[in-house]
């Protein structure tokens, strides 16, 4: 099954997890894992997908703004519509919640760009953007600015019975549009931050509309394993992040009374992707003492992007 990881470089990390997924598979042994139990949680921005200079929902955000104000300039008139319709980047990228930013702005531009339609047009909406905008440095479809380790990874561990699931602070829907093209992950399989919703009765009967609000917790830090235990009932064995908001889901793999495997990407290859760990110093920190496998940008991937 190791040609499933044909882009992770032979070395400490990559042996780690064939090491784990054989020890969990072979019924033979004293760390086998049943099939219901062979859980996986991956966090998706800076875990599977390039997160940098921001995120790609921002961007999403963003083209939403500029857009809106297009259409109606006296939106103009607001510093973050204006910052938009400027391609103002500076300025969104001190929103980000793990430099200190603004949450309730950022919030409320969630909200001017993410609801007032239903969740499929929204869906369609996301999946459009993914597949048609470009990742300003390197001028591919942000569809396509996936790991391809981890979709590897991912493959690799259905191939051995896991059910795989994407745990993310991002929006549900947002993920949801573009899993399956991606990481071959059904929509039901998604964890992510979920906005409100309300059902519209219409002459074609019920839609799903999405509302003002977050539904509590947000996908992050404590919030990760609530919804976790909401949306699967049982804990992952295996559990990949690469940032403090990664952190109690990573631990929480480690409190399954089945043997676990949790793992954090290291972001230092500043040539080929960013190299950063920012929003990351504790679960650094932590990961020796807890035995949490380190992956390395820079040496464990002899490829990062599937278009290298």
Not at 13 to 32: C, E, G, H, M
Not at 245 to 264: Q, V
Request: proline share 6%.
């Amino acid at each position: 099954m190791s040609e499933h990881l044909s882009s992770w470089r032979n070395g400490a990390a990559k042996q780690a997890i064939l090491d784990f997924v054989a020890s969990v598979v072979n019924p033979d042994l004293p760390t086998f894992v049943p099939l219901a139990d062979r859980i996986a949680t991956l966090d998706n921005d800076g875990c599977c997908w390039c997160e940098k200079p921001t995120y790609a929902q921002f961007y999403f955000a963003i083209a939403r703004l500029k857009q809106m104000a297009t259409d109606d300039p006296s939106l103009l008139k607001k510093p973050e519509y204006k910052a938009a319709y400027d391609d103002d980047m500076a300025y969104f990228v001190k929103l980000d919640p793990h430099m200190g930013g603004n949450v309730d702005l950022l919030k409320s531009i969630v909200f001017e760009t993410h609801t007032g339609m239903s969740d499929d047009e929204f869906c369609k909406m996301a999946h459009d953007f993914l597949t048609t905008a470009k990742h300003p440095r390197y001028h591919v479809l942000f569809h396509e600015m996936y790991y391809q380790p981890m979709a590897e990874l991912i493959r690799y561990l259905q191939a051995n019975g896991f059910k795989v699931f994407i745990c993310s602070a991002g929006g549900i829907t947002f993920i949801r549009s573009v899993a399956e093209d991606i990481y071959n992950i059904a929509k039901e399989r998604v964890i992510g931050t979920n906005i409100g919703f309300e059902t519209k009765m219409t002459d074609d009967g019920p839609v799903v509309m999405r509302t003002e609000d977050f539904l509590s917790p947000i996908d992050d830090g404590p919030g990760k394993p609530v919804n976790i235990q909401a949306h699967v009932g049982r804990k992952p064995i295996f559990a990949g992040g690469n940032s403090d908001g990664d952190l109690h889901m990573l631990w929480l793999a480690e409190t399954n009374s089945h043997p676990s495997f949790s793992m954090l990407v290291h972001h230092d290859d500043e040539e080929r992707e960013y190299a950063y760990d920012i929003g990351s110093e504790k679960t650094l920190r932590m990961a020796p003492e807890h035995g949490w496998t380190v992956v390395s940008m820079k040496e464990d991937w002899a490829r990062i992007f599937p278009w290298e």
